[in-house]
Nanobody, 128 residues
Framework: EVQLVESGGDLVQAGGSLRLSCVAS????????IAWFRQAPGKEREGVSS????????YYADSVKGRFTISSDNAKNTVYLQMNNLKPEDTAVYYC?????????????????????WGQGAQVTVSS
């Protein structure tokens, strides 16, 4: 059974940092792309960042470039999202998602329908 489990969500003050983890089980990261999405109350789910196992390419939403870093530890089947200089507008539930197979991630990574598997989410709250 494929599972994605997020952890690391918390309440933090603006300017602070958090690291989210997404642990995958039931598959290995060969030819998988993992992405982080977030959804704030009353808003649509939006892509935050993605990483592809086959070429290591990473992509970021403009709103988080320079502040967030995605990385993976394939030996641990874990993807991380390091979030620095957090802002109140980063407050959301953060989800990790997995896409199986080669695809043009540069063009497609932001579309939630691309992904086959989703985690349950981790709450990140940034106070001002």
């Amino acid at each position: 059974e494929v599972q994605l489990v997020e952890s690391g969500g918390d309440l933090v003050q603006a300017g602070g940092s958090l690291r989210l983890s997404c642990v995958a089980s039931g598959f290995t990261f060969d030819y998988y792309a993992i992405a982080w999405f977030r959804q704030a109350p009353g808003k649509e789910r939006e892509g935050v960042s993605s990483i592809s196992s086959w070429d290591g390419a990473t992509y970021y939403a403009d709103s988080v470039k320079g502040r967030f870093t995605i990385s993976s530890d394939n030996a641990k089947n874990t993807v991380y999202l390091q979030m620095n200089n957090l802002k109140p507008e980063d407050t959301a539930v953060y989800y990790c998602a997995a896409h199986r197979g080669l695809v043009n991630m540069q063009a497609l990574w932001v579309f939630p329908n691309l992904y086959h598997y989703w985690g349950q989410g981790a709450q990140v709250t940034v106070s001002s």
